[in-house]
């Protein structure tokens, strides 16, 4: 395990895609969520009625503790970044023949996808540390309060953990159905930005919400949407909370046939 860890670590490490989207994603995460938090400001910030009736409303959302959960929220549409590095990762390996290579080394076809198995891991950790380095400063910066918890809802960064290692998951086995990375990337982004949030609209009225058990829907409601937002319709947003808890059963049934299926795939393929 430890030597699929270094080889692993040592093909990331020396791509230079890789840490230029990581330093995208770096710029991506606090800068959607000081987008946010810039325009919360300027309306709150106003001596009119309309600023105070916000204010009073919705709170800050950015503070302690729920910053986790709307810093969680906006982040998680920024998925499809690190999505990218995950399918060049997999395509790669076809482009360069390196997974050949693997195997007359000395690898089993096991080892390689668990190797590629690490890999999703490691981005995931990586872009889940962003979140919660971004999350802290946000966070700490916004808190007034001196015994405000900060910590109350910790679980949002298990859950945001959770959720980027499903979706990057899917975009590892369309990267190895594929095998070109630039039909994948194609295929990932408009099915995660056009198709999808189509399908999910239309299943909700016509479908009684069958949208829900979607290949990326089924994780995206493990974080549903703030609090703040939540106050405009409270009896949906008390049924979106309720949904987490079967969603992260939903997601490990999702994980088990996303890798499953890669699995069945790369045994059964010609290298």
Known sequence: MLNLIKTEWLKIKNYPAFWWIICITALSYPGINYSFLSIYHNITAKQSMQGRIVKALVGNPF??????????YFSSMFIFIP???VIMLITNEYTYKTNRQNIIDGWSRQQFMWSKFISVVIITLIVSVIYFIVTLIIGATNTDGVNVSKWDQ????????????AQLSIAFLIGLLVRKSFIALSIFIFYFLILEPILVGVLKFKAHDAGRYLPLEISDRLIPV???LGKMDAETYKVSLAAIQPHV???????????????????????
């Open 154 to 165: 910790l679980q949002y960064v298990l859950l945001f953990a959770y959720q980027t290692f």
């Open 83 to 85: 999505a990218i590095v």
């Open 249 to 271: 059963f939903y997601t490990l049934i999702g994980l088990a046939i996303t890798w499953g299926l890669s699995l069945f795939v790369y045994m059964r393929r010609d290298l």
């Open 63 to 72: 503070s302690f503790p729920e910053a986790w959960h709307t810093v969680a």
């Open 226 to 228: 703030p609090a703040f």
